[in-house]
Every structure is written in C-alpha cells, then in structure tokens.
C-alpha cells in the first residue's frame, strides 16, 4: 500500500448561479500521507470549504460543478465513483466535521446515545451492546471528556466540549481520512487549542490515518 492516503490533481470547481459564476477553486494540488496531519489556510472565499466538499462529494447539486482534476483517495479517483460506492466511502473512510457542532448533534438525545448510533451504525464486527457502551467512554475519555459525562445532553456542554463530541462521533468509525471543514476549535473561544488537541490524540491513538483541517 502506498504512503499517500489523498491527492488532489489539479482541481477546478465553479459555482453558477443565475447571477454568476464564481471560480471557486482553481488548479489545486495536495498530498496528505497516511499518517500525516494537513493544515490547509488561506483567506476567506479562497475555496478550503469547497475543496472539503467536493472530497465528500457534497457540492450543492447543479451550483457546485467540478469542471476538471482528479481527488485520488488511496488510489481511486472519487470523482469516477458511482454514488453508491460514495455512500460507502462516506462517514466510513472518510469523516468530516462542521463548523457548528449544534448542526451535528441531536439536542434531544444524549452524547452516550448519540456516539452509540454511529458505532451501531459501523459495526461491522458485531460488538455486543456492552462493548460498544465500553467504546463510547473511550471515545469521550479520547476527545478529553469525562466517561461519567456520557449521560449529558448537549445543552449541558460548553460549546468547545460539544465540538468535541462531534470529534468523537467522526472518530468513533475509525475513518481513514478525517477532513475538519473549518477550525474545530473555533466555538472554544479563549482556547484555540482544545479542539486540534482532541483530534491529534484522539488520533494518535486510533488506527493510523491521516487527517485534514483547514
Ligand atoms: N453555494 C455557493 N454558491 C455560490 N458561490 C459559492 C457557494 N459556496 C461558496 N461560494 C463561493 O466560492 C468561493 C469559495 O468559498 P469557500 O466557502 O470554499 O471558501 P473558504 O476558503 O472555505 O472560506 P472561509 O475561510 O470563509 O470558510 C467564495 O467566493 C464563495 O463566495
Ligand atoms: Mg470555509
């Protein structure tokens, strides 16, 4: 297996609308090894969001159009899959956190319950409910929250610990490729660092797997 989990040759996207046609990536090129962390910056509307998008193939439908390059994903293009095959490379392999946790987590569950659906969901080796309720504490313990905190609703977290959450949720399927579409950290006003710090050890000690955030 070779050392590069994604490559980007190339990439040209384009919005049009009525309005316009906005050239929102033009000719990109990336490399993210397998056991590489990416911090891709740059200003606002520079295209990091849309980039993260079209990885998942998740442009907006007829807007977002990728008009030329290639998204290799440990050797297969992404662009030539078929939707199906996409499903299964989504959520699976590769993982992807937004901006607002609130957009990702349930309000009217708790966090246990809401780790333990995406486990159940990916559990292809199928763990008793016992170890996947073992698995839910690691993976709170992993992102830094207390286990005993695993019967909170979201409300009750402050807004960086809920973004952690969502950090073990995208986690909790072991993906390969973890793509941060936008400062994880970004809700933990005061430190910056609470975020970024939950995924590298929540990665460090998951399978290895690189990771992207921009
Ligand atoms: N749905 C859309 N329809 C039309 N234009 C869009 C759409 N989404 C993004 N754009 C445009 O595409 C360009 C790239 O936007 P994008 O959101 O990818 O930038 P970004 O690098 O993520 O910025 P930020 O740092 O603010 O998150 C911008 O000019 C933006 O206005
Ligand atoms: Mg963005």
């Given at each position: ?38 911090g ?5 509307g ?24 290639e998204?290799?994903f ?30 990702s ?35 709170l313990?992993l ?62 000690k ?5 990771g992207?955030?921009?």
């Amino acid at each position: 297996m070779s050392d590069t989990l994604l490559e980007i040759k190339d990439l040209n996207i384009v919005y049009k609308t009525d309005e316009e046609t906005v050239h929102a990536v033009n000719g990109i090129r990336l490399r993210v090894g397998t056991k590489e962390t990416l911090g891709l910056v740059g200003e606002t509307g520079a295209g990091k969001t849309t980039t993260a998008l079209a990885i998942m193939r998740l442009l907006p439908d007829r807007i977002g159009k990728i008009e030329g390059g290639e998204i290799l994903f440990d050797g297969k293009n992404l662009l030539e899959l078929k939707e199906n095959e996409m499903r299964g490379i989504r959520g699976q392999e590769i993982a992807m956190i937004f901006q607002d946790p609130m957009t990702s987590l349930n309000p009217v569950l708790t966090v246990e319950d809401q780790i333990l659906e995406v486990l159940k969901i990916h559990n292809h080796s199928n763990q008793s409910k016992e170890e996947l309720g073992k698995r839910v504490e690691e993976m709170l313990e992993l992102v830094g929250i207390p286990a005993v905190r695993k019967s909170c609703y979201p409300h009750e977290f402050s807004g960086g610990m809920k973004q952690r959450v969502v950090i073990a949720m995208a986690l909790a399927c072991n993906p390969r490729l973890l793509i941060a579409a936008d400062r994880p950290d970004a809700a933990e006003s005061g430190s910056r660092r609470g975020g970024y710090s939950g995924i590298r050890s929540g990665r460090s000690k998951g399978p290895s797997g690189g990771g992207w955030l921009s």
